[in-house]
């Protein structure tokens, strides 16, 4: 079972003052997979990425990264994986942006002259070079989000963990971010694991997903998830704009065979242009 | 008006436009400055004669001239510290036993002598650190002192507590602004006073959640309780200089005041 990346075995986590925060969840994460973690406010989403990265010790279960338990080889495999956490000023605790960046690869031990090519790097692919010098209090919330992401690139992860990446993001900083993830995985064949509640936002950085609301309501490909509204409104989401568009239409129209119905505006614009064309046919 | 005052704080703190000017103390090795001004420091202490303390303080003065700082923001900050001195030194001229002054029986002339030589040392030794900090970057200061051999824990609690009080004082000008648009009469002392205090305790426990965050920050990127950094520095003859002139002149003053007697 060599090409699975992540494997969390009947999970439960209670919180310290006893109230159950995740109930026996069970996710399987293979590589170059790009997975979503969906849920509401509260529904242990933070909670499970620590668990994944270790940071937390589960109350029953196991956490198994690249086939071995986490608990163990927690220093090894924090090398290979990456966790950004939601707020980036819990992250950038240094002077300057470099010191940041080479926070990480310095602590894994690699030479000098490495630890400098992998800060450039870093800072190159989120698009922040020339800010080494810069310090965090001073950049946007979108640079340090971005800057954020650099401090754990630089230690050139397997996998990255990203907690609510588009939290206090503007549109624009939104979209540099859906770059910089579909670069990612596209030239480093990255594991990425997102964790989010921005649903207008998971279809363009994720391809499958897990519905968590203190457990597992649901798995599977976004297409067929979101096709099941009522599902996604139990476990206290809503439809991503778009596929909201279509669902009125399939009910206002009293039709039944537009699902799967279209999450993206590429999607839904290539799915309108086919009923025009069977229109002008008709 | 608190709020106010805690974006003044903030600026003050983080004022990082004098330090990366092209002036002369800010072209030397932080290194080469910390130990030229724990020098000049050292003997400001020792010297006992009002004259050699004017003389290092005009020596701060020219220093921070030719360091392209504004005269009247130099003598601004520095004057607000000189404050709270004057009001510690203005016992000293009653309480000093010695010949009393011709206006009062009360004052003695040691005692006047010995409040104006503690007001003129402190000040000295004010003026060349608030010289330091304005001509140099933090981070630079936080890397100078992890070349001296200061102990890496104590820069790393120098270095995130710096990063982290413009946090606090973000996260605390954010709760008045918000208690204050909340407010729409005049309050009494009291239970102002109640609302502060009950804001402090809550800027201590969200401290203590993000303290938690960012150790598990550095937890997750490898931390194992201690660090390495980059050798970024390197000291040039012209930093010798500079820490040679610096000692030089002060030794010069300090040997002319305890050897010749001169002043």
């Given at each position: ?28 994460v293979?590589?170059?997979e ?23 010790k ?42 940041d ?14 630890v ?9 692919s ?129 039709l ?27 | 008006?608190?709020?106010?005052l ?42 006992r ?18 360091s ?11 004057s607000f510290?000189?404050l ?6 203005l ?15 009360f ?17 000295a ?9 304005l ?61 502060l205090?009950s ?9 203590y959640e993000?303290?938690?965050?960012v150790?598990?920050a ?13 050798d ?32």
């Amino acid at each position: 079972m060599a090409d699975i990346a992540i494997e969390v075995k009947d999970l439960d986590y209670v919180y310290p003052d006893g109230c159950l925060a995740l109930n026996s969840v069970s996710i399987k994460v293979f590589f170059g997979e790009r997975v979503a973690i969906l849920g509401p406010n509260g529904a242990g989403k933070s909670t499970l990425l620590m668990l994944i990265s270790g940071l937390l010790k589960p109350s029953k279960g196991s956490v198994h990264i690249f086939g071995m338990p986490i608990s163990e080889n927690s220093y090894k495999i924090r090398s290979s994986l990456g966790i950004v956490f939601q707020d980036p000023d819990d992250q950038l605790f240094c002077p300057t942006l470099w010191e940041d960046v080479t926070f990480g690869p310095l602590n894994i031990g690699l030479s000098e002259d490495e630890v400098v090519k992998r800060g450039k790097e870093a800072l190159k692919s989120v698009g922040l070079d020339g800010y080494e010098e810069r310090a965090p209090h001073h950049l946007s919330a979108g640079e340090k989000k971005r800057a954020a992401i650099a401090t754990v690139l630089a230690m050139n992860p397997k996998i990255l963990i990203l907690d609510e990446p588009t939290a206090n993001l503007d549109p624009k900083s939104k979209k540099e971010l859906v770059k910089i993830i579909d670069n990612l995985h596209k030239s480093q064949k990255i594991t990425l694991v997102i964790a989010t509640h921005d649903v207008d936002f998971i279809p363009l950085v994720a391809d499958r997903a897990y519905i968590l609301n203190k457990r597992i309501m649901a798995e599977g490909n976004l297409e067929d998830l979101f096709s099941n509204p009522d599902m996604i409104r139990k476990a206290g989401l809503e439809l991503p704009n778009i596929t909201r568009l279509f669902e009125l239409i399939e009910e206002s129209m009293n039709l039944n065979s537009i699902k799967p119905f279209p999450l993206t505006v590429e999607q839904a614009l290539y799915e309108i242009k086919r009923c025009f064309k069977n229109n002008l046919q008709a | 008006m608190l709020s106010s005052l805690l974006k003044a704080i903030g600026e003050i703190v983080y004022n990082e436009k004098y330090s990366s000017l092209n002036g002369i103390i800010q072209s030397i090795d932080p290194r080469a400055k910390i130990i030229s001004f724990i020098a000049f420091i050292f003997f400001a202490i020792l010297a006992r004669s009002i004259l050699t303390l004017m003389i290092l303080i005009a020596i701060t003065f020219l220093l921070s001239i030719v360091s392209k700082i504004p005269l009247k923001f130099f003598m601004i900050r520095t004057s607000f510290i000189l404050l709270f001195v004057t009001v510690i030194a203005l016992p000293l001229p009653f309480i000093t036993p010695g010949n009393p002054v011709f206006i009062s029986s009360f004052i003695t002339i040691e005692g006047i002598d010995k409040a104006l030589l503690f007001i003129l040392r402190v000040w000295a030794c004010i003026n060349s650190l608030i010289l330091f900090t304005l001509t140099t970057r933090f981070s630079s200061i936080i890397n100078a002192m992890e070349k001296t051999k200061i102990p890496k824990i104590f820069t790393m609690m120098i270095s995130i507590t710096y990063r982290f009080i413009f946090l606090s004082i973000n996260e605390a000008y954010r709760m008045l602004l918000a208690k204050e648009s909340r407010t729409i009469k005049k309050e009494s002392r009291l239970k102002v006073m109640k609302s502060l205090a009950s804001m402090i305790s809550t800027l201590f426990i969200r401290s203590y959640e993000r303290g938690e965050r960012v150790y598990l920050a550095m937890i997750a990127r490898g931390y194992k309780g201690s660090t390495r950094n980059l050798d970024k520095m390197s000291i040039k003859g012209k930093d010798m200089i500079f820490a040679f002139i610096i000692v030089f002149i002060c030794s010069v003053a300090l040997s002319a005041e305890y050897l010749l007697g001169v002043f």
